[in-house]
Each structure stands twice: as C-alpha cells, then as structure tokens.
T-cell receptor, first 112, second 115 residues
C-alpha cells in the first residue's frame, strides 16, 4: 500500500456523461499527478499539481479538467465521455516537484 | 519533449535465468530514471531508480545501469522467479523547465518467467 487512495475503484457510465475521480495523496506529499492507462497506450501523463497549482500538462483532452484543493486532495473531471475514454486512471503523489512518485490503486472507468 | 523507447515489448525467460530490459531517452537533460513493476490489475510500484550522477545501482537481484552518453538505461533481473512476472515500465524525468515536472514512460515490457 503506497498510501495514495483513489475513489471510486470502478465506474461504469454511458457516452456523453460526466464523472469525477478523486485522489488523496500520501501524507506530506504536495504534488499530485494523473495518468491514463489504456491497453494500447501504456501510461500517459495527463496533468500535475503542486500545492494547489497546476505545474505541468501532458496529453490531457480539453474535455478533461482537474484541480487540487487546499487539503491537497485532487479531482479529475471527465466530461462528454466517449467509448475511447475507457481506461484505468491512476493518481500518483510525491513529496515535491520531480521527486519519486507513488501510485494509487487506480479507478477503472468503463464507458458504454 | 522527452521520448522514451523501451525494448523488448515482451520477454519470456526460464526460472533462474537473467532478464534485461532496455530503454533509450531523447532529452539529454533528463536526470532521473525510475523503474516500475505492474502486476495484472494492480498499481505500478517503484522497484528501483537511478539518478544521472550514478552509473549503476543494485538492490538484491535487481540492478539498473545508465549510460548518459548513449542516452540509454537498462534493468537487469538475475535469478528470475515466477513472481517476477509482470509488466515493467521505465521512465525518464526531464531536467529543465516545465519538462522537469513530469515523467515520460516507456510502453512497458511484459516479462514472463516460466517455472
């Protein structure tokens, strides 16, 4: 157990819908990262926050957004969902910027 | 941005043999190279990492080597066991500017250790 928690574990929804994934970092970690893992795409970096501020952006679609709250938990919002958005979404955290990242258990999203 | 290539995509070895997975990176400023192991349906877990000021690092049966000149790094697993079977990901972290804040992952290597 890395100490990073994610909810929900599984999510089934329909195309066009909107969902919110939640992540709580390890105690003391200020950075949160979001990744998408599809079968054919490996681990794709989406976005990073440090102490509430966005610090880096990867291949995140405009339909996706995220934020980090004052208590350091983070939420990833996925809207206008498409079949291709079905994937495992991982959150990771680290003490500071660029430090070793520890992954949460992931949220498995299935869009039908 | 950084680009990380990982080979092979699949690797099958007999128990007790060694396994080697290789990665190359494009950003010469990259300075941190972790390796993660992901078992089926589970989270990626850090197994070993190396920084650019070190050429080799060992932890029991696992070792990582880094060649900064050639921009490649490798994972070596000796005396493989069936429980080593998993997907292994290499990653590289950029060394300057905005790219410093993210890891770029290779596409993974599925290692199968046959009893």
């Amino acid at each position: 157990d890395s100490g990073v928690t994610q909810t929900p574990k599984h999510l089934i929804t329909a195309t066009g819908q909107r969902v919110t994934l939640r992540c709580s970092p390890r105690s003391g970690d200020l950075s949160v990262y979001w990744y998408q893992q599809s079968l054919d795409q490996g681990l794709q970096f989406l976005i990073q926050y440090y102490n509430g501020e966005e610090r880096a952006k990867g291949n995140i679609l405009e339909r996706f957004s995220a934020q980090q709250f004052p208590d350091l938990h983070s939420e990833l919002n996925l809207s206008s969902l498409e079949l291709g958005d079905s994937a495992l979404y991982f959150c990771a955290s680290s003490v500071g910027v660029g430090e070793t990242q520890y992954f949460g258990p992931g949220t498995r999203l299935l869009v039908l | 941005g950084e680009n990380v290539e990982q080979h092979p995509s699949t690797l099958s070895v007999q128990e007790g043999d060694s396994a080697v997975i290789k990665c190359t990176y494009s950003d010469s400023a990259s300075n941190y190279f972790p390796w993660y192991k992901q078992e089926l349906g589970k989270r990626p877990q850090l197994i070993i990492d190396i920084r650019s000021n070190v050429g080799e690092k060992k932890d029991q049966r696992i070792a990582v080597t880094l060649n900064k000149t050639a921009k490649h790094f490798s994972l070596h697993i000796t005396e493989t066991q069936p429980e080593d079977s998993a997907v292994y990901f290499c990653a590289a972290r950029g060394g300057s500017g905005g790219s410093n804040y993210k890891l770029t992952f290779g596409k993974g290597t599925l290692l199968t250790v046959n009893p």
